[in-house]
């Protein structure tokens, strides 16, 4: 076959390929577009659309870099973006993660799942929680109140558990761990804000909340991990100063 380009003949359509593309740096053509019928290249060979019919390609996308979306929550009146194929744009992000505070019972009732009876490990007020947070460990709190206190004043009985050195260690913390996440390696600038800094032996387990703050109990978290963290779904065995640096490196 003979090149179109330069006119030189080879013995087959696939050396006449290659040869264009090694040569004159321009793949030919092998797929014939069922959308337009516009003929492309397609280094697998496997494409039934070219980029501009493709569905699932560019602008036609709801994934596209392009194509998000500003819509008002539903719940707050906050403006936030959300690709229109992944959700409907209803509540922004900060009202999901809260969803559990006000779905409550309804969420239980909607679905027909039966909510297990708790009682709050700080109040010691009873509340009901979804079984799937049990499995997750969750269900400890019965509101972001109790566990607010719980992890940043101590009981209610007690004097402010973060006072004292806290900041003066926390700071410490940060430097030390390069101001990164110690568990999936996340750096400030990647969260988008200073790492939280996390008690491996909670505050509470200690007598005098001071004891709790030193830099070997101590390692910087961002806030996701920190999360999972503080319900048990990330070992303490794996957020250690010496295990995150080793696993990091």
């Keep these: ?17 290659q040869h264009h593309t090694k040569v004159h740096d321009d793949p030919l053509p092998n797929r014939t577009c069922k959308g337009c019928g516009d003929d492309f290249y397609d280094p697998k060979a496997r494409l039934i659309y070219c980029e501009e019919c493709d569905p699932n390609e560019g602008a036609n996308n709801g994934n596209w870099k392009g194509g998000k979306e500003r819509t008002a929550c539903e719940r707050c009146g ?9 959700k409907k744009g209803v509540f922004c992000p900060e009202c999901v993660r809260k969803s559990d505070e006000f779905l409550g019972d309804h969420y239980a009732e909607v679905h027909d799942i039966e909510p297990v009876e708790r009682e709050c ?22 509101s972001r109140d109790c566990l607010h206190a719980e992890l ?3 009981r209610r009985s007690e004097p402010a558990a973060y006072s004292g050195d806290w900041y003066e260690v926390r700071r410490r913390a940060r430097d030390r761990d390069n101001h990164r996440c110690q568990y999936c390696g996340k750096s400030r600038d990647e969260i988008g804000q200073e790492p939280d800094v996390h008690h491996i032996t909670p ?16 390692v910087s978290l961002c806030r996701s991990c920190h999360r999972y963290a503080e319900v ?18």
């Design 1 to 17: 076959m003979d090149c179109p380009t330069c006119g030189k003949s080879l013995s087959s359509e696939r050396g006449m390929r």
């Design 78 to 86: 906050s403006e936030f973006e959300y690709y229109p194929s992944n």
């Design 121 to 142: 490990e700080h109040c010691g007020g009873s509340f009901s929680v979804l079984p799937c947070f049990l499995r997750q460990g969750g269900g400890k709190f019965c």
């Design 152 to 154: 940043y004043g101590g």
């Design 203 to 218: 505050v509470r387990d200690f007598d005098d909340p001071q004891d709790a703050h030193t830099l070997d109990n101590l």
């Design 232 to 249: 048990g779904q990330i070992l303490a065995s794996e957020i250690r100063p010496d295990s995150a640096q080793s696993r990091n490196e």
